[in-house]
């Protein structure tokens, strides 16, 4: 049994034969799937996509590159968007310092009041963090003092330096294809480190797509793949790793912890 703990099915990438990924996917074991939301103004077709199928989810939030739109939102309204039942995360938001598509300071702004909308509703946070080691640790460890909060880091490949600071808040670290890339020697050796109680897997798709599938558009059915890799760098089974990262991800989102067994 395995999660796939982020993906973007609204891409265009899987419009076209979403019906056929989703049966991959479940095909491949994967029994759960979080589809991150990115726009919270288009969590509505977010929501026509769980409703659809019962054993996917979604969270409600503002990325950073998209938050010079979303400059004025405030956390009263992103929690108006988490009262649906399949809204189980709050996300995903955070900072990307890579493009600097929407200024610093708004980026920051906006990730502020997710932060805030996380401390009053108790979901989790799905972190983005690129390229912005230094205010992400800033704002993490200033916002917890104030009041603790949960989520991930998703798609982890910062410093050991975040990576440490975030477990000893009880946040979580998302594994992704990247861990099997060639290059990611010092990723992979910290992945075999991090306690495996605080790891989750991912896609990112069609994003980040594993070895051996990597150059072509990833799909959830992938995150065995990631798996994999995670259970190799580890010295573990495969059921093991894929079992315990499963358990993990129930752990965090609690909101979807009856598996998605939902009627609609």
């Known amino acids: 049994m395995l999660v796939d703990s982020h993906c973007h099915l609204g891409s265009d990438d899987f419009e076209e034969e979403l019906d056929e990924i989703i049966l991959r996917a479940k095909e491949e074991g994967v029994s759960t799937i979080l589809n991150a939301g990115n726009d919270i ?3 509505e077709n977010q929501l026509k996509i769980c409703e659809k199928y019962p054993f996917i989810f979604t969270a409600a939030g503002v990325h950073p590159h998209n938050a010079a739109e979303y400059e004025n939102i405030t956390s009263k309204d992103i929690i108006s968007k988490t009262e ?7 996300g995903e938001c955070g900072l990307d310092y890579y493009y600097d598509y929407s200024p610093k300071e708004t980026q920051i702004k906006v990730f502020l009041e997710h932060i805030k909308a996380a401390q009053e509703t108790g979901l989790p946070l799905i972190i983005h963090n690129r390229d912005s080691d230094e205010d992400m640790m800033k704002i993490l460890k200033e916002q917890y003092a104030v009041k603790p909060f949960t989520g991930e880091l998703h798609c982890f490949s910062s410093s050991k330096e975040l990576a440490d600071f975030a477990l000893s808040i009880g946040l979580y670290l998302s594994a992704s294809g990247m861990i099997t890339f060639n290059k990611c020697g010092e990723l992979k050796e910290m ?12 896609t990112d798709s069609p994003y980040l797509a594993p070895v051996p599938k990597r150059g072509k558009r990833n799909e959830p059915s992938y995150v065995k793949f990631v798996a994999e890799k995670l259970a190799q760098i580890r010295d573990i089974s495969f059921e093991e790793a894929a079992n315990t990262t499963t358990d993990n991800f ?3 989102f609690r909101k979807a912890s009856d598996k998605g067994r939902y009627d609609f």
């Not at 649906?84 to 709050?90: E, G, N, R, Y």
């Not at 992945?191 to 991912?202: A, G, L, M, R």
């Open 84 to 90: 649906h039942k399949k809204v189980v995360a709050i």
């Open 41 to 43: 103004g288009n969590l």
């Open 191 to 202: 992945f075999s480190q991090f306690p495996f109680d605080k790891i989750i897997v991912e």
């Open 250 to 252: 129930f752990k965090l």
